[in-house]
């Protein structure tokens, strides 16, 4: 059974930063999409980054480009963080390829989330 479990939220200020954790149980498959999404309060859920298991590509969204950086192990750093970061962040897994961050509906594991809180 594969389990996810993301850790390392927080209330944070803005412009500090953040690691976020995503501890990985049990087989998923040979190359598989490892990647964080988030939800904003009334917000829909969006893709933040992916990593692949296999070759380490990255893929990172607008919102996270060039602050966030996910590690090889899953790990998300969250730099520079801004108020309008603050969600509940999920890991993700995708047992399947895919180029580019899947939708929501595209991951075939969820992990319980992580509050991340930005205060101005």
């Known amino acids: 059974e594969v389990q996810l479990q993301a850790s390392g939220g927080g209330l944070v200020q803005a412009g500090r930063s953040l690691r976020l954790s995503c501890a990985v149980s049990g087989f998923i498959s040979d190359d598989y999409l490892l990647c964080w999404f988030r939800q904003a309060p009334g917000k829909e859920r969006e893709g933040v980054s992916c990593i692949s298991s296999a070759d380490h590509t990255t893929y990172y969204a607008f919102s996270g480009e060039g602050r966030f950086t996910i590690s090889s192990t899953g790990d998300l750093q969250m730099n520079s963080l801004k108020p309008e970061d603050t969600a509940v962040y999920y890991c993700?897994?995708?047992?399947?390829?895919?180029?580019?961050?899947?939708?929501?509906?595209?991951?075939?594991?969820w992990g319980k989330g992580t509050l991340v809180t930005v205060s101005s």
């Open positions: 993700a897994a995708r047992s399947s390829w895919f180029r580019g961050i899947p939708p929501p509906g595209g991951m075939d594991y």
